[in-house]
């Protein structure tokens, strides 16, 4: 199976700041990738498909970039409601694997 | 309104069964492949199956093959996973996802989870 491998596990940072996620692929999946967002005690909630394309009705904030094995997730100027946990997920092949997870926490 | 709603969690002894339902409305449920994701206590997510649009199809990840088996019923608007053999490891919530699969002018298909329920909690405990 790919492994996916997040950094960092987690982050502090203020509303206002530009955060970047980092997604390791353990082989090239081209564009394959997905990133969610998961606040506590709710699902997960889709924010980019196919590395870069921003999902209907994710705020334009949020951006996606990578191809082969690196990719990032980048939040321009985090709001108050982006405080959660952040997933990627490879689809390249089965089984699709997530990243461990990167919590996002309030400095 | 789209709506995905999970049932059949509970409490169950090593070794038994559990049959979970997602139960969908407010779209086309025939159009789209289905995913079972679930996430144990404090930890990540992790992918557990599909299934195609007309269920003929199915991929699994290793840690359940041959004890899960997803399905679904077209006519009843419902994704299935049978749970067989259960072990401690697969107490988690289990979340029910569509497949909003999106497509590139090259006809190369990304899986996107544009909708889920809210889960349901299966412990797995004697």
Redesign the interface.
């Known amino acids: ?1 790919i492994q996916m491998t997040q950094f960092p596990s987690s982050l502090s940072a203020s509303v206002g700041d530009r955060v970047t996620i980092t997604c390791r692929a353990s082989q090239g999946i ?3 990738l ?1 990133w ?1 967002q ?1 606040r506590p005690g709710k ?4 924010l980019i ?2 590395a870069s ?1 921003l ?1 209907s009705g994710v705020p334009s904030r949020f951006s996606g970039s990578g191809s082969g094995t690196d990719f990032t997730l980048t939040i321009s100027s985090l709001q108050p409601e982006d405080f959660a ?1 952040y ?1 990627c ?1 490879q ?1 390249y092949n ?8 990167t919590k996002l926490e309030s400095k | 309104e789209v709506q995905l709603v999970e049932s059949g969690g509970g409490l169950v002894q090593p070794g038994g069964s559990l049959r979970l339902s997602c139960a969908t409305s407010g779209f086309t449920f025939s159009g789209y492949w289905m995913t079972w994701v679930r996430q144990a206590p404090g930890k990540g997510l992790e992918w557990v199956a599909n299934i195609n649009r007309d269920g003929s199809q199915s991929h699994y990840v290793d840690s359940v093959k041959g004890r899960f088996t997803i399905s679904r019923d077209n006519a009843q608007n419902s994704l299935y996973l049978q749970m067989n053999s259960l072990r401690a490891e697969d107490t988690a919530v289990y979340y029910c996802a569509r497949d909003e699969t999106h497509s590139d002018s090259s006809g190369h298909y990304f899986d996107a989870f544009d909708m889920w329920g809210q889960g349901t909690t299966i412990t797995v405990s004697s």
């Open positions: 199976a081209r564009n394959d997905g969610y998961q699902a997960p909630k889709l498909y196919a394309s999902q946990t997933y997920l689809d089965y089984p699709r694997t997530f990243g461990q997870g």
